[in-house]
């Protein structure tokens, strides 16, 4: 198969007017419990993750030193073992049959869980550590998997869909998760992770088998080494080394976001935590429709050719967003409620820039992440997964220091959106060489 070929998948006219809908995928053994599977995964990371900050936070630490030690720990564990292990947990999936590993992944799921549920309910900040810890190395080692196994199971027509369904539960579950951890007690919060992970691993078991594609070649275990090489041996072919670079500008992007979103909302925008969390189900409800959207524009094909627009459309909603929070009024008195912020001129623009920011943003990324797994032979699709998130680990680790740094030096909030914005030609610059290393 030749570069054009590889890069964009069609198929035949007649049967693109009966294409498959995305939602009819959820009817199908062969993506069903793998969807399943993710999203409680998903759910279940960020309601442990939201309850033990809330404890922290609110029962626990009295102090803005500690709470902020804490902070940037967490962070750092839960992101360590994607730099660590990513190379490891491509190379396992692409010699091993998936199914089996997702299986393995979520029955440790149910004893990290147990220490977790322990931290919540002793109030243990080292167990709860520790569980955040091994979540992130669960979240490593199923990663490359969610991806990877869709070209196995999926006709070439569904790839596009699937991931797109994959992606739109995947922040419509962080969403469930983060809204969960933030209202029910720490208790419950022990109670409910134990049984989603429960749910997870029967979940799992229904995964239909996933044998390799190759013969076990051997598994290298020198992190280090197997990760140098793992992203040069990927990075050294163009047309995965411009798709990789362009969905890190997203989660490069979207990691200053994610971090200026509460600060945003209570000290530009002057609004209390309900706020922020309309917010959040905003942008994780746009990435779900963007997410769903770009296969109906894009008919099942998987190509790149939206992906520069979408990221221009992403840009120009966050210089709107930018301008906006530049000329709000200063905040005074006390934080705004929900129905006062609703009443507030400006507050649809802001929520129409937020909604808009994550549909471009879902239509950005989906059809990149689906070009990952059908561009390389089925046999190397875990592996490129595994190299994409370490480069992408890495991107938002820089972004993170630069955002700190900025704001070291006196950067507002508003200026940190105008930057993005900003970063946002680079995205699409990008995206538009992939596109055109495919014609």
Known sequence: MGAPERCLVTYDKAQNSRMTPSFRLLAKRRFLPLFVTQFLGAFNDNLFRTAMIMLVIYRIYNDPAQEAAFSAVAGGLFILPFFLLSALSGQLADCHDKAQIIRIVKTAEIGIMVFGAAGLLLHNVPLMLVALLSMGVHSTFFGPIKYAILPQHLEEDQVLPGTGLVE??????????????????????????????????????????????????????????????????????????????????????????????????????????NVATLFL??????????????????????SARCSPVAALVMGAFVCDMWWTAHNWPDPAGALHNLS??????????????????????????????????????????????????????????????ILAGMVHMGVSVAETLLIVAVASLGAAWLAWLLHKACD
């Open 281 to 302: 189900a905003i942008f994780s409800v746009g990435v779900a429709i963007g997410s769903i959207a770009v296969n109906r524009i894009l008919q099942g094909a998987v």
């Open 168 to 273: 739109a539960g995947t922040y419509i579950a962080i969403l469930m998760g983060t809204i969960a951890g933030g209202i029910i007690s720490a208790e419950h919060a022990a109670i409910g992770v134990l049984l989603v992970a429960a749910l997870g691993w029967l979940a799992g078991r229904q995964v239909p088998p996933a044998p390799p594609m190759v013969d076990d070649a051997g598994v290298d275990f020198h992190v280090v080494r197997s990760s140098i090489k793992l992203v040069s041996d990927t990075m050294h072919v163009r047309r995965l080394f411009l798709a990789i670079l362009a969905i890190s500008f997203f989660w490069a992007q979207g990691a200053i976001l994610a971090a200026q979103f509460p600060p945003l909302v209570k000290n530009v925008l002057g609004a209390d935590q």
């Open 340 to 401: 006062t912020f609703l009443d507030m001129a400006g507050s649809t623009r802001v929520m129409i820039d937020l909604l808009g920011i994550a549909i471009a943003g879902g239509m950005f990324v989906v059809p990149l992440y689906a070009f990952l797994t059908t561009t390389v032979s089925k046999a190397q699709t875990a592996r490129t997964v595994a190299a994409n998130n370490i480069v992408n680990s890495g991107a938002m680790v820089a972004a993170t220091l």
